[in-house]
């Protein structure tokens, strides 16, 4: 279901700038498709080694790209004005996490294994609760920052599912957050169908739409401005 919202967020975007967040339902979908993997070598049904490529894909989108990827979204949104250098502030951040999560993933020992029903991840090095702190900072802090209203309700829906999470199941945190996460990220494809996001005006309608930028994916419809 995901990767079907990820396709079709993808088929309304109509501004450069904007595809990489328009993305984020479709990675998200390939994410939690990779976990689906991770579940089944847990259970026997792959082999040891596929089971550690899964898992590794798994925990470097989690922990290593997620924390660059968000900011640097929203930032390629942002209009000019102080949010926008803040939030470049919080690509930096981002870039200095994921490069400390990537080291740790690469050169430390991982773990996965099952508690309580769900998938709990282990990295001596990217478990560091300040680096954990810092990644929080980056990804969320992007979000609640953007003009665009939907961007930062997607920051306070995120907010709230990291903070469940975190009560619930603290245990499984990376697998929880990030299958919340990908669901909530319904509210991009809903965003882009209904009124796109608009770089030049925020919050408001264009009066220009301009053509869709991945027409390929609309077979057998127009890719005209205004189509759909």
């Known amino acids: ?101 990537v080291y740790g993933l690469i050169f430390f020992p991982n773990q996965v294994f099952i508690e309580q029903n769900s998938i709990a991840y282990r990295n001596p090095l990217t478990g560091d609760f300040w680096v954990s702190c810092l990644y929080i900072i980056a990804t969320c802090g992007a979000l609640l920052l953007s003009t665009h209203r939907v961007v930062k309700a997607y920051g306070v829906v995120n907010v709230i599912a990291l903070t469940v999470a975190e009560i619930v199941k603290e245990y499984a945190f990376a697998s929880v957050w990030c299958f919340y996460a990908a669901v909530m990220s319904v509210m991009i494809y809903w965003q882009f169908k209904r009124l796109n996001i608009d770089i030049e005006t925020p919050n408001g309608a264009s009066p220009n739409l301009r053509p869709f930028l991945l027409a390929w994916l609309r077979p057998g419809r127009s890719a005209r401005v205004g189509t759909d």
């Open 1 to 101: 279901m995901i990767g079907s919202i990820g396709v079709a967020t993808l088929r309304h975007v109509r501004e450069p700038r904007a595809l990489l967040f328009a993305s984020v339902p479709m990675l998200f979908a390939v994410h939690q498709f990779s976990e689906g993997f991770v579940w089944l070598g847990l259970e026997g049904h792959i082999g040891q080694l596929a089971l550690d490529h899964v898992a590794f894909l798994f925990m470097l989108y989690a922990q290593g790209i997620l924390p660059l990827l968000m900011p640097a979204a929203v930032a390629l949104m942002e209009p000019p004005g102080w949010r926008r250098k803040v939030i470049l502030s919080l690509t930096a951040v981002g870039a200095f996490v994921c490069a400390w999560d």
